[in-house]
């Protein structure tokens, strides 16, 4: 599928006014990896993945996807547009385009950024829609979709631009339970061919998808490894008071 | 009888000869003043450097002062200032000035409309690498108009009635004619009647399409 190369994070640093939310964040993810990012809530989960996808602006460090290298602090628009174009995000308020349908989510990015043909668009957001087990609802409004098929649906608009790095920030914890599942099984299959960085709570999905995970807290990444070391031998008394609090 | 309204009845005919002019006068200005609004609202709401002060003098103006005053200074100020501008006349002047004071109003409002937008939707757009003009234009222009439509469409009745106000710059339209016709037959009350009740009907039929458009824009998005 996407043409995946490394992904860089050197000192990635962020201020909301005196506070430090990313306390140098130093992150390398292989092309193909799938990472998953859990900690308590406030310790800048979201604001790292906002901010790798300048939805935040980083006040400093460096963020390379594939050739492309984005030095925080001197981000011109060319370099910040060029680096949307290499990732995704999935939103946890989903965010589909409220005057765009179903299908016209998918398609907007690829007619309007990669100037694709509205054929070869509409051939595609096809595709995705029978992908993601909406291909009779192309043609709804996202106001009239249930919150999974929203989900779903931004899911799938990710999809489309087949980015070198999807972010997905807790893509569940904005649903009804009976929604979670669907979302968490397209995600499994979306992640069989995509380099992805995902926030969540949900444990065990952690566990299934992830091939690394970070524990942060205090805007730092305090621990990492795979998934059998994280939840069954945790190292930092503070990932092991949080596995007690969420297990 | 005090009111004639034999009379009144033959001037109706004379009158609605001038609709055409006044609802050419008010299309006219208003579609301008539309484009201009947005471009206005734009500049605003995205900060455009310099452009964003100039914009927001030119709006603190044009609702700042009085419409009459402004027609004046376009119409016999304008000349003064530009020769090329002295063969002006006064349907010209009128379409420049309602156009210009209408569109600082109405660029207020889809400002409005713009800021109302969800962040999301801005955020959506960044995040697949759209531009903020193609973002503007294709995502959050299309909600905002939504949410203004019925302020502007205030703000274009309101632009119809004051296009009576080109009859002090020697505009024959409907006040003009009425007062030709009140002039020889000294039925003032007659002939202003009359162009007040079809000022009224054209105002209540837009009344009627802008309660329709409500109910529809409140379904919009949704199928
Ligand atoms: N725009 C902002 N202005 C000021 N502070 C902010 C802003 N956005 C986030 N913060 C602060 O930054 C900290 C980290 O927020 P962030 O949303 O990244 O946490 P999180 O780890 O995703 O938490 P959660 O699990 O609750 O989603 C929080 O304390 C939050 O209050
Ligand atoms: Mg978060």
Redesign the interface.
Known sequence: MSCDTGIRIEGLLKRFGERTILDRINLDIAPGERIVIIGPSGTGKSTLLRCLAFLDRPDAGLIGVGDLEVEASKASRREILALRRRTAFVFQNYALFANKTARQNITEALTVVKRMSQADADARADAILAEIGLADRGDAYPAALSGGQQQRVGIGRAMALEAELMLVDEPTSALDPEWVGEVLDLLRRVAAHQTMLIVTHEMQFAREIADRILFMDGGRIVEEGPPAAIFERPQDARLQTFLRRVG | MVVDLEYMASLVPVILRYVPLTLGMAIISMAIALVLAAALAIVRVLRVPVADRIVAVYISFFRGTPLLVQLFLFYYGLPQLLPAARSIDGVTAAVIGLTLHFSAYMAESIRGAILGI?R??W?????????EL?LMR??IL??AA?VAAPTLLNYFIDLIKSTSLAFTLGVTEMMGAAQKEAAGSFRYLEAFLVVALIYWAIVEALSFVQRRMEVRLARA???
């Open positions: 969800d999301s939707q955020e959506a757009g960044a995040s697949v690498g759209m531009t193609q294709r995502i299309p909600q939504r998005f949704v199928r």
